[in-house]
């Protein structure tokens, strides 16, 4: 590791030990040096040092066991994701076609990798959302929410819940009573049918179906 110097310390402290993980020295789950020797081996002093490791802490790249130590954390976490949507929070399209970059690809793996077990939780969830008489928000994004999990990519895990909460906030732009449930729940069967047969483009082409046609609902309402 190279030594620090001159200004914004802490971010020369972050950038070190984030290389850390980039030269292979270490890997995610593994244990960070003590404080101690990370200050011996970049030269700065405690305080400093303690700000880095926060910040790192807080974005969810490291995390402390008392008595144990500081260590990696073993797959992306969703902190980051969460607050650079934040700051997009209120421009309705940028962030739905943030929604169709993500979920239109993670639909196409989920076709391929799709569980019996995760095709039977959605299968419920379209049944739960047909019984349901008043808000059903929270299975809407479910639905979605089973899909991304299933594509099993540790990567993109880490994405799903900061887009899953923006998405709460967005529809909370649509009255419950402007709302098209039916048409909803049969997006969705078409969603659940493309990946019951496994079909990564017949699911990419019906997602896509379903998010433009929330885009259309959000941004140019009835």
Do not use: W
């Amino acid at each position: 590791m190279k030594s620090v110097k001159r200004v914004s310390l802490a971010n020369q402290v972050i950038d070190q030990i984030i290389d850390l993980l980039i030269s292979g020295q270490l890997k995610a789950g593994d244990k960070l040096p003590t404080e101690m020797e990370l200050m011996d081996m970049l030269y700065v002093s405690r305080p400093v040092l303690r700000e880095a490791l926060c910040s790192l802490e807080m974005l969810g790249v490291i995390y402390r066991k008392t008595r144990e130590g500081t260590f990696f954390s073993n797959k992306v976490g969703s902190e980051p994701y969460r607050i650079m949507l934040a700051l997009s929070i209120g421009d309705i399209n940028k962030f739905i076609e943030t929604r169709l970059t993500q979920e239109l690809g993670l639909v196409g793996l989920a076709a391929e990798k799709i569980s019996e077990s995760e095709l039977d939780k959605l299968k419920e969830n379209i049944e739960l959302m047909e019984e349901t008489d008043g808000d059903y928000l929270h299975l809407d994004r479910e639905f979605h929410r089973i899909i991304a999990f299933s594509a099993s990519n540790s990567i993109t895990e880490g994405m799903i819940d900061a887009i899953l909460d923006m998405y709460d906030k967005t529809m909370e732009n649509i009255p419950l009573q402007d709302r098209n449930k039916n048409k909803t729940i049969q997006q969705h069967k078409e969603i659940y049918y493309a990946l019951e047969k496994r079909d990564p483009v017949e699911a990419y082409s019906s997602m896509y179906q379903h998010l433009d046609h929330v885009r259309n609902r959000l941004i140019h309402p009835q």
